[in-house]
């Protein structure tokens, strides 16, 4: 689209001698790398946890861009076609004004209790004298404006009001909650989320259930564990124009590993937008450095020429937690690079922990190559679109702007005079970046991003050697995103290779990459939209076949926390810990129950596979005698273990898991080869063997007629065994392959619509553990009956969120999760020697 037919052709070369050579045997289609498919969510911008941007919506226009949480991240781009404008990215939205502010905005008074009310407790009439009074929000203790601590298992909330009268705005109830929560309105209940957690929904009011003069909000909430939180508040929508209101026409859009590539008609020309992510894993330095692009080329489609101009323009919701938080926005310039860049200016510089919270510390960046008709500027809201609808130019005499968005909304902007353009096409790019000055505090240490070679290398050099690099990284893009595509394909179809081309970005951008103060790679993934733990143990193990294929040196800076979390005496349990904390706190677990068996199996079945990707086991040798020590450990807890959790905790603990006992005997047939490759051959017969003597034992246990069970002491239950694939790609040679191939027959009679069910108990399944299910198949016909569903769930699924990994398989709805890492997962078909 962008680039040159020459500039395809060295990508592929470069495929070939920069990364290696692609797969020998031929796809099954000749295709240009990627696909064109309906995706929940298409990514934009994915720097790492923080500074990840999504559209949520078919066409690109529709609705605005997005972070992975749902608040808003306000970028918007229109193209001026001989003084025409169309809008082609995002959409025009300032923040809801409050009526009844919420606890992001103020303390509010509620009356509330933690035991069972009486009947009505939700009807205006209803008698809460009795009820304690509390400043909202409720919530788990250092929770942010969670000033009413909140500890049990259920509260109920209610909160009295008046509402001005003749009030002819539109109305929106705007809440948050963890976990199960309902919402009542004067008696009738207007919310029912089920078993979830979310942050800031907002919900359009019925303003026939108001009263006038008084009406109550009432609301109950469940903790599963884990944070809770309740919070609630009514706004409206605030007085602005449309000035973008004529939209492009989106012809088509299609995802690659690190682009999102767009086509539109605007008028006599077409657009041609690119949103480059370069998530390069064989260059860690291009990986970490927090530079996105946007490129863009214009040509005539009707043989004249036109003036044309190109519109950018972003929000500081990008650099803040809360709306309500001051913001500076200003213009700068480095080398040759002119920018303007935002940031809140408290600056509470790594202060701020918890799964649905944003960066409000460091700065977001909007930047452009100095260059004739290229300008930048910062301004009101509504002004610096109106002067480039009307004139195709940035009218602002401002540099600088201290505000809070909740009382004016200002803008960052870019505007680009491509001037007359002909059917040879016109471009150009923006960078988008976000210098986050510390990225992560560990044990106590405030450790900066890998890019800043630990402080030597500053923002502005890393703003100009993006500049710099511009165009040896979209060949590098071009390269790897040709790479992975047919080597998808050739593994496993083509919705194989789109359900991957969808996960590199969302599993890599879900982490972010450091040091340690001795030089160690450290690269914490964030679990996102689940609790916010950084580091988790059961987060790495599904998330690890994208980087055992790509580079085992980032998955060793997944495992690195947990070794020395162990080794330096602070976690002291003779089994693995879940996690090192709080994203981006990695203080120490943070986690309310252990998963010791779980733990101990991921680590050293992780340590296993770095080695067979190696091809030696000095990493494993590095840390040999903690392995130890949790290779025993399964050794006595694993073959039969007791009432405990595992990587699937939101299904709850439960005892004798048949499919977390093929975990344990996997971690210790694991660590058996790890001895032999060190040469440790007493060491490597005794933990073999044991492990061929618990797989009998195993299935006697296990045996279920023509499946395996759920649970040992359950007949007539069934689940999927997807540790048993480590079994076939380690080549540990530990259980006959007839009971892989058993399971294999009986999940065919097993799937929904939408994919195979977890186990027995539910409908619902585990997006990441299907491919590793399907990956125990022999052949490729058996591995796409799974796959195939579960591409109709990323491609009909009604949540259009960055892709879920736990849902509904007879409807295709989300049950929770999204944004997750743990989609990486889906590479490990591609790990079949």
Not at 96 to 120: D, I, M, R
Not at 395 to 411: D, H, L, Y
Not at 466 to 491: F, G, P, R
Not at 642 to 659: I, K, S
Request: aromatic share 12%.
């Amino acid at each position: 689209m962008l680039k040159s037919s020459l500039n395809r052709i060295v990508a592929i070369f470069i495929t070939v001698i920069f990364l290696g050579a692609c797969v020998s045997q031929q796809p099954e289609k000749e295709e240009e790398a990627g696909a064109e498919f309906r995706a929940p969510a298409y990514p934009l911008i994915t720097i790492d946890p923080y500074t990840s941007a999504w559209s949520t919506t078919d066409q690109l226009f529709d609705s605005p861009v997005k972070h992975w949480t749902g608040r808003n991240h306000s970028l918007i781009g229109a193209v001026r076609v001989d003084g025409q404008t169309y809008r082609f990215l995002g959409k025009e939205e300032i923040p809801l004004q409050p009526v009844l502010p919420n606890a992001k905005y103020e303390a509010w008074q509620g009356k509330f209790v933690t035991e069972k009310p009486g009947a009505g407790w939700e009807k205006t009439d209803f008698n809460d004298n009795n009820w304690k009074t509390g400043e909202a929000a409720f919530g788990t203790k250092g929770m942010e404006q969670a000033r009413t601590v909140w500890e049990t298992p259920e509260i109920w909330v209610r909160r009295e009001f008046t509402l001005p009268e003749n009030d002819a705005t539109k109305l929106y109830m705007v809440y948050s909650h963890d976990d199960d929560f309902k919402l009542y309105l004067n008696g009738t209940e207007i919310v029912n989320t089920g078993r979830n957690a979310k942050s800031n929904v907002v919900l359009e009011l019925d303003k026939s259930l108001l009263n006038k003069g008084k009406n109550t909000i009432a609301a109950h909430c469940l903790d599963r564990g884990g944070l809770a939180y309740v919070d609630f508040g009514i706004f409206k929508e605030s007085e602005q124009k449309q000035i973008f209101a004529q939209t492009a026409i989106q012809n088509s859009v299609k995802i690659t590993a690190t682009q999102t590539k767009y086509n539109f008609s605007c008028g006599p020309v077409s657009l041609d937008i690119e949103f480059v992510s370069p998530l390069l894993m064989n260059d860690l330095d291009i990986l970490s450095r927090p530079v996105n692009y946007i490129n863009y080329e214009v040509a005539s489609n009707d043989g004249k020429n036109h003036e044309v101009e190109v519109y950018f323009e972003a929000t500081p919701e990008w650099a803040v937690n809360e709306l309500s938080q001051e913001v500076e926005v200003t213009t700068g310039k480095t080398g040759n690079i002119n920018f303007a860049k935002t940031g809140t200016t408290e600056q509470p510089v790594l202060e701020k922990k918890g799964d649905n919270v944003r960066i409000d510390w460091g700065y977001f960046y909007l930047a452009t190559q100095e260059k004739e008709g290229n300008t930048i500027a910062v301004g009101d809201f509504d002004a610096i679109k109106s002067s480039f609808a009307d004139n195709g130019t940035l009218s602002s005499s401002e540099n600088k702007i201290t505000t809070v968005m909740t009382k004016s909304m200002p803008v960052l902007a870019c505007a680009d005079n491509l001037g007359k353009v002909s059917s040879k096409p016109a471009k150009g790019y923006v960078m988008l970046a976000y210098n986050d000055i510390e990225s992560i505090q560990y044990f106590g240490n405030n450790l900066k991003a890998w890019w800043t070679k630990e402080g030597a290398v500053g923002f502005d050099e890393a703003l100009t050697s993006a500049a710099n690099d511009y165009e040896s990284i979209m060949l590098q893009c071009d390269a790897v995103d040709t790479k992975i595509y047919e080597e998808a394909l050739s593994a496993g179809g083509e919705n194989y290779a789109r359900l991957c081309l969808l996960a590199y970005r969302q599993s890599i951008a879900a982490h972010k990459l450091t040091k340690d103060k001795e030089g160690n790679t450290l690269f914490l993934s964030k679990e996102n939209f689940s609790n916010g733990s950084i580091g988790t143990v059961d987060v790495t193990y599904p998330s690890a076949p994208l980087f055992l294929k790509y580079n085992p040196e980032l998955l060793k800076g997944m495992l690195n926390p947990i070794f020395y979390y162990s080794e330096s005496g602070k976690w002291t349990k003779p089994f693995a810990a879940h996690d090192v904390g709080t994203y981006p706190k990695a203080n120490g677990q943070t986690y309310g129950g252990d998963m010791p068996v779980e733990e101990c199996g991921n680590m050293i079945i992780l340590t296993t596979a770095i080695a067979d990707a190696e091809g030696n086991a000095d990493y494993a040798a590095k840390h040999w005698e903690v392995l130890t020590t949790w290779a025993n450990y399964l050794m006595e807890n694993g073959l039969d273990p007791e009432n405990q959790l595992c990587t699937d905790d939101f299904a709850g603990h439960f005892a004798h898991n048949v499919n977390l006992s093929a975990k344990a005997i996997m971690g210790i047939a694991g660590y058996g080869k790890l001895a032999e490759t060190l040469g440790k051959t007493d060491i490597a017969e005794k933990y073999t063997t044991e492990a061929k003597q618990m797989a009998q034992e195993w299935i006697k246990m296990a045996e279920d007629g023509d499946h395996f069970r759920l649970t040992f002491d359950q007949p007539g239950t069934w689940s999927q065994k997807y540790n048993l694939v480590w079994d076939k790609l380690l080549n540990l040679g530990i259980f006959p392959e007839t009971v892989a191939q058993k399971e294999i027959a009986y999940y065919l009679t097993k799937q929904n619509k939408y994919g195979l069910p977890l186990d027995n108990r539910r409908t619902y399944t585990k997006a990441d553990w299907i491919v590793w299910t399907a990956t125990l198949a022999n052949d490729k016909a058996t591995f796409q009956k799974f796959i195939d569903p579960l591409y109709g769930f990323v491609t009909d699924t009604p949540d259009r969120v960055p892709m879920s990994d736990w849902y509904e398989t007879p409807d295709a709805k989300q049950v929770g999760f999204q944004a997750r890492s743990v989609v990486g997962g889906y590479f490990i078909k591609m790990l079949e020697k």
